[in-house]
């Protein structure tokens, strides 16, 4: 059975006890764009997207729509075993998590789904994320980067982590705040044998 299966099989079991729980991925892998955003900024994390579930299979994120094509971006299903994640193997990750009522969590599926209905109308918002690194902001509709469409998302569910404008808000404020609790950092190729270890674990102290 694979650990994937293995951590799903455990979490399902407890699914009705457990609190709701948004996962905030933050990565930096090793492409152009993050490089150069890393090296001006010395950020540790330049992307985020937010997950629905611990084992980041329901993974949403404002990036490119083709791995080779860094100008063909807009709203995408992420997967961590493919795509850029899955070619850049060194990519480095932080795994947060935020606590919500369940009211709140279908609030934030809800919202998430309304990008997805419409994925097509959504665009990457270049302009807005060229200004915000010199601290300005940039609303478009209808266009979104990773973090001001992460912040969106949890307003949208009653959420405001940073009180400012969602155009204003960048990657690294979600490493840096304490509303938001870290489950993992490391190497994200490692991430669902870390789980699956902690559910080994876990089965072994309740016996």
């Given at each position: 059975?694979?650990?994937k299966?293995?951590?799903?099989?455990?979490?399902?079991?407890?699914?009705?006890?457990?609190?709701k729980?948004?996962?905030?991925?933050?990565?930096?892998?090793e492409?152009?764009?993050s490089?150069?955003?890393?090296?001006f900024?010395?950020?540790?994390y330049?992307?985020?997207?937010?997950?629905?579930?611990?084992?980041?299979d329901?993974?949403?994120?404002?990036?490119?729509?083709?791995?080779?094509?860094?100008?063909?971006?807009?709203f995408?299903?992420e997967?961590?075993?493919?795509?850029?994640?899955?070619?850049?193997?060194?990519?480095?990750?932080k795994?947060?998590?935020l606590?919500?009522?369940?009211?709140?969590?279908?609030?934030?599926?809800?919202?998430?789904?309304?990008?997805?209905?419409?994925?097509?109308?959504?665009?990457?918002?270049?302009?807005?994320?060229?200004?915000?690194?010199?601290h300005?902001?940039?609303?478009?509709?209808?266009?979104?980067?990773?973090?001001?469409?992460?912040?969106?998302?949890?307003?949208?569910?009653?959420?405001?982590?940073?009180?400012?404008?969602?155009?204003?808000?960048?990657?690294?404020?979600?490493?840096?705040?304490?509303?938001?609790?870290?489950t993992y950092?490391?190497?994200?190729?490692?991430?669902?044998d870390?789980?699956?270890?902690?559910?080994?674990?876990?089965d072994?102290?309740?016996?």
């Amino acid at each position: 059975m694979s650990s994937k299966k293995k951590v799903k099989d455990h979490k399902d079991k407890k699914v009705k006890k457990e609190k709701k729980y948004v996962y905030i991925l933050l990565t930096r892998t090793e492409t152009v764009p993050s490089k150069v955003i890393h090296f001006f900024k010395r950020m540790p994390y330049v992307h985020v997207s937010i997950a629905l579930d611990e084992e980041l299979d329901e993974l949403y994120s404002f990036a490119r729509k083709k791995i080779n094509n860094p100008f063909r971006c807009g709203f995408i299903d992420e997967d961590i075993t493919t795509g850029i994640f899955g070619r850049d193997t060194e990519t480095k990750c932080k795994v947060m998590r935020l606590r919500m009522t369940d009211e709140q969590y279908q609030e934030l599926k809800a919202s998430i789904e309304v990008f997805k209905e419409n994925r097509e109308k959504y665009k990457y918002n270049y302009l807005g994320v060229l200004l915000i690194y010199f601290h300005r902001g940039f609303e478009r509709k209808y266009k979104c980067f990773c973090s001001e469409f992460v912040d969106k998302v949890l307003k949208m569910s009653g959420i405001d982590l940073f009180n400012k404008k969602s155009e204003r808000v960048i990657p690294d404020d979600f490493r840096t705040c304490d509303k938001l609790e870290t489950t993992y950092e490391g190497k994200l190729t490692s991430y669902r044998d870390y789980l699956h270890r902690n559910v080994i674990l876990a089965d072994n102290l309740s016996k």
